[in-house]
T-cell receptor, first 115, second 115 residues
Framework: EAQVTQNPRYLITVTGKKLTVTCSQN?????MSWYRQDPGLGLRQIYY???????DKGDVPEGYKVSRKEKRNFPLILESPSPNQTSLYFC??????????????FGNGTRLTVT | AQKVTQAQTEISVVEKEDVTLDCVYE???????LFWYKQPPSGELVFLIR??????QNEISGRYSWNFQKSTSSFNFTITASQVVDSAVYFC????????????FGAGTRLFVKA
C-alpha cells in the first residue's frame, strides 16, 4: 500500500531532551516536507527536501533539523525541544518537484508534547 | 508573498443543508495550483481536489463542487446536502511556481454537521 509512515504517533518529552520523528514513504517521491499544525494557524512548513541531500528551510525552521540521506526517509530532529514546539506534526511527500499540481500525501501525524 | 485566507473559522449546519467554504488566495505567480484537503476527526489529511491557475473550469464530484474564480482570487468549496460524515476541518492550499514550489495552507475551516 502506498503510504507515508511517521513514528511515533504520540510523544511526550521534557525540555531539552533530543528527539527524532521518523518519516518514510514507499512511493519513490522526490519531494518531502514537514509541517506543524497549530490551532488557528493551519499547517506551516518547517523544512522541505527536493531530493537526496537537498534540504531547505520552510517558514518555521527554528529549533528543527532534517536530513535526507535516502530518498524514502526524511527524519525530523529536535535537538533541544522546548514547550513552544508542542504541536501536531505531519510529514508529507509528493511525486515530483517543480511547478506542477502533484498533491501532498501525508503521514498520520505525530502529536508532540514538550513539558 | 503568497497567502491563503479561510475567513470562516467554524461553520455549523444541520444535515441536508448546503454549505460553502470560502478560500481567498494571494500570489504573484502567473502559474499556480490550488488544492483542498480534508481532516476528519481521526486526524489524517486527505487530498480532495486540485486546480491549475490556467483552468478555470468548475468541477463537481458527487455532492462536492468547487468554484474557481481567478478574477476574485477565490477557490470556494460547496457541499450539497451535507451529511454527518462531512464533519471535518477543511484546508485550502496554494502551491506557487517559484520560491521552492512549496505548498502553503489556510488556517482551515471546521465544519460541524448535526444530525
Amino acid at each position: 500500500e502506498a503510504q507515508v509512515t511517521q513514528n511515533p504517533r504520540y510523544l511526550i518529552t521534557v525540555t531539552g531532551k533530543k528527539l527524532t520523528v521518523t518519516c518514510s514513504q514507499n512511493m519513490n517521491h522526490e519531494y518531502m516536507s514537514w509541517y506543524r499544525q497549530d490551532p488557528g494557524l493551519g499547517l506551516r512548513q518547517i523544512y522541505y527536501s527536493m531530493n537526496v541531500e537537498v534540504t531547505d528551510k520552510g517558514d518555521v525552521p527554528e529549533g528543527y533539523k532534517v536530513s535526507r540521506k535516502e530518498k524514502r526517509n526524511f527524519p525530523l530532529i529536535l535537538e533541544s525541544p522546548s514547550p513552544n514546539q508542542t504541536s501536531l506534526y505531519f510529514c508529507a511527500s509528493s511525486l515530483s518537484v517543480g511547478a506542477n499540481n502533484s498533491p501532498l500525501h501525508f503521514g498520520n501525524g505525530t502529536r508532540l508534547t514538550v513539558t | 508573498a503568497q497567502k491563503v485566507t479561510q475567513a470562516q473559522t467554524e461553520i455549523s449546519v444541520v444535515e441536508k443543508e448546503d454549505v460553502t467554504l470560502d478560500c481567498v488566495y494571494e500570489t504573484r505567480d502567473t502559474t499556480y495550483y490550488l488544492f483542498w484537503y480534508k481532516q476528519p476527526p481521526s486526524g489524517e489529511l486527505v487530498f480532495l481536489i486540485r486546480r491549475n491557475s490556467f483552468d478555470e473550469q468548475n468541477e463537481i464530484s458527487g455532492r462536492y463542487s468547487w468554484n474557481f474564480q481567478k478574477s476574485t482570487s477565490s477557490f470556494n468549496f460547496t457541499i450539497t446536502a451535507s451529511q454527518v460524515v462531512d464533519s471535518a476541518v477543511y484546508f485550502c492550499a496554494l502551491k506557487g511556481s517559484t520560491g521552492g514550489f512549496k505548498t502553503i495552507f489556510g488556517a482551515g475551516t471546521r465544519l460541524f454537521v448535526k444530525a
